[in-house]
């Protein structure tokens, strides 16, 4: 996974900052991210001269690019008005530069956004940037709330310099309020806040500028991105001729007590559709059918003979699995088992309430995946559901750390996290997913991808970029985020995962005479 792109947290980027200011001849970087930011106003944007643009400069060093984007844009021939409330004796150094170079071209400014019907073609963010994470995340208040307030409502595209204010750089939690801009001009690195929590509502399209900074010893990343590039590379092998469904694994799946057969079946056929060779269903009801005749293909076995079966290559428990007393000794028996174990659903709240069970869990040998919504992880840790949203980066690297499992906390922006600490953050998905199921589906596709020969890293990555991707398929087929199943999603991640496997055509297969 050498292709993936990585993400830094704001302690990060102010280590390269400062190691870039220490060198022999260190960069102007306010003033290549305000010119490189003001290129894509331009080139992306406003393409072309005569436009009135607002800007907004804050008091810290997120102004001073601000001042800097102003400045090119007045030169190439726009009309910009600058709001500033701060005080220019008191912004840091290279901000009173930034402003003063503003100043000798002519430059005025505002101390607040100017009434009346004007029209801006653009506005561009400048108040807080990612310094909002050194102030101990006030929530933003007094004018610059009214400021934003009143931006947020103006029907003009609204550029975010670097991140959106009030979204916080490293959590994606929005302080008090945030700028719900258009497009992103990030620098230096992309920030988790960007892709996780509020960002992906907040930040529009993103574009980075690196500003070219080269370090002898730059930071090592901790955090990547899971994108397009990063799932083309975890792909399974296209299929050999001489193969038969035992090459292509074998999937268990323990859940469905009465009343919620369907989560099982919907993980079942989940992991059908996505390729695996053979599915096994252990379902708890007492009046559990003998066959699921929309997918008779489906194995539906007692419980007990799932452990009986081998070679078994995963191991999913949880889905319509329950909270009763009958499902512990099942539960218990599956965290014994020696083969990849995806944990889901309820099988996760019962682990949060019973310490034994969680302890079987930190000591397995074999490898396990553990799918907690916000809720879900707060059980596991003991804390609540804001607490988790507030730090979502923490809250999946704690549940991998002290359970030694791979973790996707699902959500916008899911965080897959690995046993060593490495994460990825997801950037497929809509929210036309925020319906029953789709948690089961994503089960499903993860064993189904194990059966197949990934390896748990690679199959938790792929299954999670691909379910996204599958929503925003049917999205865009559909004009809207309203009425996707869950079943449906398993369509379109199928024909997906065909496309990009087989996207040099089928080999091995003859057209019909």
Not at 404 to 430: D, E
Request: charge should be negative; proline fraction near 7%; charged fraction near 15%.
């Amino acid at each position: 996974m050498d292709t993936a792109d990585p993400v830094f947290s704001t302690a990060e980027i102010r280590d390269i900052e400062q190691q870039a200011a220490r060198l022999p001849k260190p960069p102007r970087l306010m003033e290549k991210a305000g010119l490189a930011a003001a290129q894509v106003i331009r080139d992306q944007l406003l393409k072309g001269p005569g436009h009135q643009i607002l800007v907004l400069a804050g008091p810290g060093n997120n102004g001073g690019d601000a001042f800097v984007v102003a400045r090119y844009l007045q030169e190439w021939g726009n009309t910009v008005t600058v709001v500033f409330g701060g005080d220019g004796n008191r912004v840091p150094p290279d901000a009173k530069q930034a402003l003063q170079a503003w100043f000798n071209i002519g430059g005025d400014i505002c101390a607040e956004i100017p009434d009346g019907d004007r029209s801006w073609d653009a506005v561009i963010d400048g108040l807080f940037g990612i310094g909002l994470d050194q102030s101990q995340h006030r929530p933003i208040e007094g004018k610059y709330r009214e400021w934003i307030e009143a931006v947020n409502q103006m029907a003009t595209p609204i550029v975010a310099l670097d991140i959106p204010s009030g979204l916080g750089s490293d959590d994606g939690c929005i302080y008090g309020i945030a700028i719900h801009a258009t497009l992103t001009i990030t620098f230096i690195g992309l920030k988790p806040g960007l892709f996780t929590h509020s960002g992906p509502e907040c930040c529009g399209t993103i574009v980075l500028r690196d500003l070219d900074i080269q370090l002898p010893a730059p930071p090592e990343p901790h955090t990547w991105l899971l994108n397009h590039k990063l799932a083309q590379s975890i792909l399974p092998p296209v299929r050999r001729a001489n193969s038969h469904k035992g090459t292509f694994g074998n999937v268990a799946i323990l859940g469905g007590s009465t009343g919620m057969t369907g989560a099982a079946l919907l993980a079942g056929r989940a992991a059908l559709h996505l390729g695996a060779g053979r599915v096994y269903l252990g379902l708890l009801a007492d009046n559990a059918p003998p066959v699921d005749f929309s997918q008779p293909e489906l194995m539906l076995r007692p419980p007990s003979e799932l452990f009986t079966l081998a070679p078994l290559n995963c191991l999913i428990v949880g889905p319509g699995l329950g909270q009763s007393a009958e499902a512990l000794p099942w539960l218990e028996k599956a965290l014994t088992s020696d083969c990849t174990l995806i944990v889901d659903a309820d099988a996760l709240n019962l682990i949060a309430q019973h310490s034994p069970l969680a302890k079987k869990l930190s000591q397995r040998n074999a490898s396990t995946i553990l799918t907690p919504h916000p809720a879900e992880a707060a059980r596991l840790l003991n804390t609540g559901t804001a607490a988790v949203q507030q730090n979502r980066m923490n809250a999946a690297l704690q549940i991998a750390q002290q359970f030694n499992c791979y973790v996707v906390l699902k959500g916008a922006g899911s965080i897959c996290c690995l046993p060593g600490g490495k994460r990825y953050l997801n950037t497929s998905g809509n929210p036309a997913l925020s319906t029953a199921g789709t948690g089961d589906v994503l089960a499903g596709m993860m064993g189904a991808l194990i059966a197949q020969g990934l390896k748990p890293d690679q199959a938790l990555l792929l299954a999670v970029y691909l379910h996204g991707a599958a929503a925003n398929r049917w999205v865009q087929q559909h004009h809207g985020m309203v009425g996707m199943v869950a079943s449906e999603v398993i369509a379109e991640a199928r024909l997906l995962l065909n496309e990009w496997v087989y996207r040099n055509g089928i080999n091995g297969v003859k057209p019909l005479l």
